[in-house]
């Protein structure tokens, strides 16, 4: 499993998605300005309710840029433990250590991005291969760790 294709796989779904409420917050901040006029309080409500969405986008691209901060200090380096940057087959399938990002396919298998704030990862964090946890009252072995 190429852990350094899996994290590019990453770096571009972040910039991807950064682009992407970058443009959503330039294009309500547009329709926020067509909609300035004097014909009253309905036209104020509609500008609030304009401006809580901008706040809304800048909220999400916030967090991305956060994850986008993460993954830069990501290593693809194996290690004998699960922790941040590692790649992790189960019996029940593979989960990336890093950022929340959604599944990943690659090199035909399904790969799981979890935060390291997930449960799952809070309860196979530090474990070793052949160890054994449980969430959500499911047990799952640890098969390898790149």
Do not use: C, H
């Not at 609030?48 to 969405?53: A, D, P, R, S």
């Not at 901060?69 to 250590?97: C, H, M, P, R």
């Not at 799981?112 to 990862?121: A, G």
């Amino acid at each position: 499993m190429n852990k350094q294709e899996l994290l590019n796989i990453i770096k571009t779904k972040l910039t991807e998605k950064i682009q992407s409420f970058e443009n959503l917050i330039a294009e309500t901040r547009a329709s926020n300005n067509d909609t300035k006029s004097s014909m009253g309080d309905k036209y104020e409500t509609g500008r609030e309710m304009l401006q809580q969405e901008i706040n809304n986008l800048q909220r999400q691209l916030n967090e991305s840029l956060n994850q986008q901060s993460v993954i830069q200090k990501i290593s693809a380096e194996s290690s004998d433990k699960v922790q941040n940057g590692s790649l992790v087959k189960t019996d029940k399938g593979f989960f990336y250590v890093t950022v929340s990002v959604g599944e990943i396919i690659l090199e035909n298998q399904k790969i799981m991005t979890v935060s390291t704030e997930s449960p799952l990862v809070k309860a196979m964090s530090g474990k070793k291969e052949g160890e054994t946890f449980a969430v959500n009252n499911m047990t799952q072995t640890i098969q390898k760790i790149w």
